[in-house]
């Protein structure tokens, strides 16, 4: 059975902290995406990451693609209380199905 | 764009009646449309798979007659939970793909609330 792991679970930090949120798995993956969702709303793409060793920046997001393809991380800079949400990692598998990790729930307090 | 809407936003109904949930990709044809259960401070548990045209492939555990799923186009997608039960109640979220570039990103719609009394 394909598992995908998220850490920390639950997060809850100071406005203007940085933080560093983990997607781990023994599986390969030919892409992984990075979601966040907030409450009572659908998840919203934020990133695809393709090639082992790839990073990719969005404003004061950093992500990056572990070289074996198996471990993804996502690093907030001088977190806001609009970083607010629920982070979902998903990793596409070699059978084109899609795995999502359990969620890391981040609280950004003003 | 890769925009992806749901309808209704929210529905309460009665124990024993039906319930429809609409699916639609606004500006692309979806070559794969995902549904999906969602309890509350949980992650997304996919229930079913639909290609256009074929039937939906469902996930281990998920009843594929209580949980009829059509996709009549490239851009609808039907979810229709028959003879809801309290136990039903969650967040219903759909979504759609279209196999850029080789990967297959997916889009989500807003969701659905189901609240069945």
């Known amino acids: 059975t394909q598992l995908l792991e998220q850490s920390p679970q639950f997060l809850s930090i100071q406005e203007g902290e940085n933080l560093t949120v983990y997607c781990n798995s023994s599986?390969?993956?030919?892409?992984l995406q990075w979601y966040r969702q907030e409450p009572g709303e659908g998840p919203v793409l934020l990133v695809t990451?393709?090639?082992?060793?790839e990073v990719k920046k969005l404003k004061r997001l950093t992500f990056q693609f572990g070289d074996a393809r198996k471990d993804s991380s996502l690093h907030i800079t001088a977190a806001q209380p609009g970083d607010t949400g629920l982070y979902l990692c998903?990793?596409?598998?070699?059978?084109?199905?899609?795995?999502f990790g359990p969620g890391t729930s981040l609280s950004v307090i003003p | 764009g890769a925009v992806v809407s749901q309808h209704p936003s929210w529905v309460i109904c009665k124990s024993g009646t039906s319930v429809k949930i609409e699916c639609r990709s606004l500006?692309?044809?979806?070559?794969?449309m995902f549904w999906y259960r969602q309890f509350p401070k949980q992650s997304l548990m996919l229930m079913a798979t639909?290609?256009?045209?074929?039937?939906?492939?469902?996930e281990q555990g998920v009843e594929k007659d209580k949980f009829l799923i059509n996709h009549a186009s490239l851009t609808l997608s039907t979810l229709t939970v028959t003879s809801a039960h309290p136990e039903d109640s969650s967040f219903y979220i759909c979504?759609?793909?279209?196999?850029?570039?080789?990967?297959?990103?997916?889009?989500f719609g807003p969701g659905t609330r189901l609240t069945v009394l």
């Open positions: 979504s759609a793909s279209y196999g850029l570039a080789g990967y297959n990103e997916q889009f």
């Open positions: 599986s390969v993956f030919s892409s």
């Open positions: 990451v393709v090639t082992g060793g």
């Open positions: 998903a990793g596409e598998t070699s059978y084109d199905k899609v795995i």
């Open positions: 500006d692309f044809q979806a070559t794969t």
């Open positions: 639909s290609n256009e045209g074929s039937k939906a492939t469902y």
